[in-house]
């Protein structure tokens, strides 16, 4: 009964009945009136609020169910089952009423939601998915990415997908998208059937706006293809109609860009997000077995010793020699992994890029990250110690101005998540910069994800257990290495993660020898030093 009390009345303001006689008097002549009356109230609230879940519930059953909602592995499934949770709860299928009280129940339960901005994200990451992979709008549509199939999209999907693309300045996708969002409604006004599932809380005037929302969007595309004569058909048709579109806001702009100098337009339209080299699309594409282009002496196995404990070895793949990266198998275990995922996911935050010295959210960067000290586990010790034997690098991680290397960063890329081309070094921080790179594959990939360097034609596609390790600066430390730039493609289907390892200048000038010449590759090094070590052994 107590407990009831408390929960109905919640916290009260603490003082003593004992020490005041009119404290005292007033509790015997109003004390259970107050205590019934804020009981029957609370039951007359809670009741309401009964009702108002009761009525939520019943317009929630009414909406047909499809397997997305419980399967996001595919693309197409994870831009629905995110215009699900925005359209079907917060749009025009729940009364405005209830509103309130669903962000209650949100709050409650602590759960996020997401919301228009991130079905827009959604929809970004298809788009780049189908520039990247070099993917056709229609086979996206019916759910066929490069033969993974999934559910189709909806009709209204493809003009989001269009003004998407356009806004990105990917015009030739948004052109593509719209001539088939314009062919799709054509043929629904055509066909209109208002018995049809597809037309459902639909009227033929509903679809005839829509239709010229497409078009005129699609003029707009054209005019920045330099299509201009038949950009201004479509404005004059868009124009002819007795309808309200002439106020449409893409149909103004037409009529503007029309009009304005095209030399002066294209110049200003240039793409928000851009790719570093042609080479990416052909190195996202690449098979995973398919790591470079051609087969070269360099390439080759060893079981690289641990420089502390010689008798233990560690499975290197070498790729590149100039600029230095290679493959390590099996060099973080699955309970680490487990581990990883299981204390970082607690904290993940959209990932940042660095800008004018400090972090910033950024399209060129898709995923959220976390970090891990090796102080916050035994088990992440461990992997910096592994990390150490097979770099054979200092990898404390002490106060920031004495860094020796920074904590885990752990990764998930979700829908489209990516990573343009970057350099890992943090601008000019003379000799304190990430001398090494060392990139943990927590999962496998079905398909996607890759990480690619443009300027040498490198693709390593995720193998969990592996870790990816390269230099950022040539071994004589006088230069950035740019042929370092590299990038994380989109990922097409699965759910990647990775952990960085960055490993700093500070406390590593001597364990980096930087050879005899400024040219020396860090094979070269590395086979000079280990001569000069077996001949120390055998004199």
């Known amino acids: 009964r107590g407990i009831l009390l408390a929960i109905v009345f919640g916290p009260v303001l603490v003082t003593s009945i004992v020490t005041s006689y009119e404290k005292l008097r007033m509790l015997v002549e109003r004390g259970d009136d107050v205590l019934i009356q804020g009981i029957e109230e609370a039951i007359t609230k809670g009741q309401e609020r009964i009702n108002n879940l009761m009525a939520i519930l019943a317009q929630y059953y009414s909406i047909p169910k499809t397997d997305y909602q419980f ?47 991130d079905l827009s994200d959604a929809a970004v990451a298809l788009v780049r998915l189908q520039y990247v992979y070099n993917l056709k709008a229609r086979d996206m549509f019916e759910g066929n990415y490069m033969g993974y199939m999934g559910p189709r999209l909806e009709r209204d999907d493809t003009y989001l997908m269009g003004r998407e693309a356009f806004m990105a300045g990917h015009l030739l996708e948004a052109k593509e998208w719209l001539q088939f969002s314009v062919e799709m409604k054509a043929q629904a006004m055509e066909n209109f059937d ?160 660095e800008g004018d010295g400090s972090g910033e959210v950024s399209d060129t960067r898709t995923g959220d990250l976390g970090w891990i000290d090796d102080h916050d586990d035994p088990y992440f010790a461990q992997v910096s110690a592994r990390v150490k034997a097979f ?41 304190q910069n990430r001398l090494a790179t060392v990139l943990f594959y927590l999962t496998d990939v079905e398909k996607g994800g890759a990480t690619i360097f443009p300027r040498i034609g490198l693709s390593v596609s995720p193998v969990k257990g592996m870790a990816l390790v390269w230099y950022n600066y040539e071994p004589h430390m006088e230069n950035i290495d740019e042929l370092t730039r590299h990038a994380g493609c989109p990922v097409l289907m699965g759910n990647k993660w990775i952990a960085n390892k960055w490993i700093w200048t500070y406390g590593n000038t001597f364990r980096r020898p930087c050879g005899p010449f400024p040219q020396s590759t860090q094979l070269e090094v590395e086979n000079i030093v280990s001569f000069g070590a077996l001949k120390e052994v055998i004199e």
């Open 71 to 117: 399967k996001a592995d595919h693309p197409n499934a994870f831009y629905l089952l995110v215009k699900h949770h925005v359209t079907n709860w917060f749009d025009s299928n729940i009364d405005e009423d209830y509103i309130p009280v669903l962000e209650d129940v949100i709050k409650e339960q602590n759960v996020t939601f997401p919301t228009m901005n």
């Open 194 to 353: 208002p018995d049809s599932p597809n037309n459902k809380g639909m009227t033929l005037e509903f679809i005839r706006e829509d239709y010229f929302w497409s078009l005129s969007l699609l003029g707009r595309t054209l005019v920045h293809l330099n299509e201009s004569e038949t950009a201004r058909k479509i404005y004059e048709e868009c124009t002819a109609s007795e309808d309200v579109v002439k106020t449409f806001e893409d149909v103004e702009e037409l009529g503007k860009e029309l009009d304005a100098n095209l030399t002066k337009l294209l110049e200003d339209y240039a793409p928000n997000i851009k790719v570093d080299d042609e080479n990416i699309t052909i190195l996202c594409s690449r098979e995973k077995h398919q790591r470079v282009s051609v087969i070269r002496p360099h390439h080759l196995c060893r079981y690289k010793s641990d420089r502390f404990l010689p008798y233990r070895r560690f499975a290197e793949e070498i790729l590149s020699t100039s600029p230095y990266a290679s493959v390590f198998y099996d060099v973080i275990h699955e309970s680490e992994i487990e581990k990883m995922k299981v204390i970082a996911i607690k904290n993940l935050q959209r990932g940042m890029v």
């Open 391 to 431: 770099t054979g690098l200092d990898v404390k991680t002490r106060e920031m101005s004495r860094w020796s290397s920074e904590p885990i960063q752990v990764v998930n890329y979700g829908l489209g998540g990516h990573y343009d081309v970057h350099l890992d070094t943090l601008g000019d921080r003379g000799i």
